[in-house]
């Protein structure tokens, strides 16, 4: 099974952007693919977007296209979302979680490891 560690979650004003990393270990060496999801507070956890392992398969929610992209680094076991043009509504607790069968799947129940979250907060 992967273990996965997300980091580098802030506070960051309207318009600005973050990078959040995913760090993987444990079982990295099988294909796996990773999704970033996201839980603001009084919301259910909502899908935001997911790569496969080759990184040429790319899923995104509507609200953070154009916005958002996700990109890997197998080599360093590390999945990045890079996040620009941050609004208000994008304050959440991020988590990023993989899928052993590497399918880019949205539901949440379909991913198998879950990290512990990193805080993000968008000021207006």
């Known amino acids: 099974q992967v273990q996965l560690v997300e980091s580098g979650g802030g506070l960051v004003q309207t318009g600005g952007s973050l990078r959040l990393s995913c760090a993987a270990s444990?079982?990295?060496?099988?294909?796996?693919?990773v999704g970033w999801f996201r839980q603001a507070p009084g919301k259910e956890r909502e899908f935001v977007g997911a790569?496969?392992?080759?990184?040429?398969?790319?899923t995104y929610v509507d609200s953070v296209k154009g916005r958002f992209t996700i990109t890997r680094h197998n080599a360093q076991n590390t999945v990045y979302l890079e996040m620009n043009n941050l609004k208000p509504e994008d304050t959440a607790v991020y988590y990023c979680?993989?899928?052993?069968?590497?399918?880019?799947?949205?539901?949440?129940?379909?991913?198998?490891?879950w990290g512990q979250g990193t805080q993000v907060t968008v000021s207006s």
């Open positions: 444990g079982q990295t060496s099988s294909p796996y693919s």
């Open positions: 790569i496969s392992w080759s990184g040429r398969g790319r």
């Open positions: 979680t993989a899928n052993p069968r590497n399918t880019l799947v949205q539901t949440a129940a379909d991913f198998a490891s």
